[in-house]
């Protein structure tokens, strides 16, 4: 026969386990954050990329009483900046917004140094952004039947430029010259920002990249928006068409910011920047100004943003043997 007491001291010493858990997970939220941020930025300063991750980091920083310091980390296909927060301490103080080529890195890459969903904890989809093939304004085109024939009677003689390697703006156009059969360069950049300076300049002639970047410059007339890649128009750009609208069907491409945190994460701090992310872009004012921009805004939770990752992996991993890119 069990003795009563050795049962009622299992039970004790069990609720005491039980409370001691529930207690260091309430002091570390009300912990959190004990000090200053690091929000890992993987573009230059000035890209939609960057631009979106500055809004949301100054808002969170009101939130949570901390400040949030914005870091870029360019280069490398974004492996360094993705390395970098999977390297960080697992306790929430870096997170970083990480977009596309992470989920592309995978098929394309060798060796990465680390892995692209044991390493990291998805907390938030900031936001999808439909892509827009701009152009020089000396290329005589306004529509993508018209691009399409001018490209195809100048092979290899126009230059796009790539706000980064295997972002969807690299892949789109990838894509592009696969359904429609033409033969544009290459140009690579470190970043939107300097893509769209060349490009007004004249020294790249098109580009597909995300709306925030280029829309004053369609305005001023100092660039020509030709069409957008996602499935529905953009928000920010509602009279210009799609790729599908414009004679390309199956054309559906689009980017992605996310927030990312390290693996590993305490459950409790990932649920609070899970929440204060997804609150700060569902915003009514942010949101409008983000749609203003032709971003459309997400907010989703970690479960719901891990699950978007798995199924990009799938899709883009699909478009990157589709356009013939190969492990390097």
């Given at each position: 026969?069990?003795?009563?007491?050795?049962?009622?001291?299992?039970?004790?010493?069990?609720?005491?386990?039980?409370?001691?858990?529930?207690?260091?997970?309430?002091?570390s939220a009300?912990?959190?954050?004990?000090?200053?941020?690091?929000?890992?930025?993987?573009?230059?300063?000035?890209?939609t990329n960057?631009?979106?991750?500055?809004?949301?980091?100054?808002?969170?920083?009101?939130?949570?009483?901390?400040?949030?310091?914005?870091?870029?980390?360019?280069?490398?296909?974004?492996?360094?900046?993705?390395?970098?927060?999977?390297?960080?301490?697992?306790?929430?103080?870096?997170?970083?917004?990480?977009?596309?080529?992470?989920?592309?890195?995978?098929?394309?890459?060798?060796?990465?140094?680390?892995?692209?969903?044991?390493?990291?904890?998805?907390?938030?989809?900031?936001?999808?952004?439909?892509?827009?093939?701009?152009?020089?304004?000396?290329?005589?085109?306004?529509?993508?039947?018209?691009?399409?024939?001018?490209?195809?009677?100048?092979?290899?003689?126009?230059?796009?430029?790539?706000?980064?390697?295997?972002?969807?703006?690299?892949?789109?156009?990838?894509?592009?010259?696969?359904?429609?059969?033409?033969?544009?360069?290459?140009?690579?950049?470190?970043?939107?920002?300097?893509?769209?300076?060349?490009?007004?300049?004249?020294?790249?002639?098109?580009?597909?990249?995300?709306?925030?970047g280029v829309?004053?410059?369609?305005?001023?007339?100092?660039?020509?928006?030709?069409?957008?890649?996602?499935?529905?128009?953009?928000?920010?750009?509602?009279?210009?068409?799609?790729?599908?609208?414009?004679?390309?069907?199956?054309?559906?491409?689009?980017?992605?910011?996310?927030?990312?945190?390290?693996?590993?994460?305490?459950?409790?701090?990932?649920?609070?920047?899970?929440?204060?992310?997804?609150?700060?872009?569902?915003?009514?004012?942010?949101?409008?100004?983000?749609?203003?921009?032709?971003?459309?805004?997400?907010?989703?939770?970690?479960?719901?943003?891990?699950?978007?990752?798995?199924?990009?992996?799938?899709?883009?991993?699909?478009?990157?043997?589709?356009?013939?890119?190969?492990?390097?």
């Amino acid at each position: 026969m069990r003795n009563p007491f050795c049962r009622t001291a299992l039970f004790a010493a069990s609720a005491l386990a039980l409370s001691g858990l529930f207690i260091a997970q309430s002091a570390s939220a009300q912990a959190f954050p004990s000090r200053p941020m690091r929000w890992i930025v993987a573009v230059p300063p000035g890209s939609t990329n960057d631009l979106i991750s500055r809004l949301v980091a100054q808002r969170l920083a009101e939130s949570v009483g901390q400040p949030v310091l914005v870091d870029n980390r360019p280069g490398g296909a974004f492996v360094i900046a993705s390395d970098i927060i999977a390297r960080a301490a697992p306790d929430g103080h870096t997170v970083g917004t990480l977009l596309t080529p992470h989920v592309v890195n995978p098929f394309v890459m060798k060796d990465l140094p680390y892995d692209t969903l044991r390493d990291f904890t998805p907390v938030s989809n900031m936001a999808i952004v439909p892509g827009v093939l701009t152009v020089h304004p000396s290329v005589p085109a306004s529509t993508l039947k018209e691009f399409i024939a001018y490209a195809k009677s100048r092979p290899g003689a126009l230059n796009y430029g790539v706000p980064g390697q295997l972002t969807s703006g690299h892949l789109s156009v990838e894509m592009l010259k696969v359904m429609a059969g033409i033969d544009v360069t290459y140009i690579p950049y470190k970043g939107g920002a300097p893509a769209i300076a060349d490009l007004i300049a004249g020294q790249i002639q098109l580009l597909i990249s995300g709306p925030p970047g280029v829309l004053q410059h369609i305005k001023t007339g100092r660039l020509k928006a030709i069409a957008t890649t996602a499935a529905k128009r953009s928000p920010g750009m509602p009279d210009t068409p799609t790729f599908a609208e414009s004679g390309l069907p199956k054309y559906d491409t689009y980017e992605w910011y996310g927030v990312f945190a390290p693996a590993r994460i305490p459950k409790d701090v990932l649920d609070r920047l899970g929440r204060e992310v997804a609150r700060i872009v569902k915003s009514p004012d942010l949101a409008e100004r983000l749609g203003a921009q032709g971003a459309i805004p997400v907010g989703d939770t970690p479960a719901e943003f891990d699950a978007f990752i798995r199924r990009e992996m799938q899709v883009w991993g699909k478009i990157a043997k589709q356009v013939g890119l190969k492990p390097n």
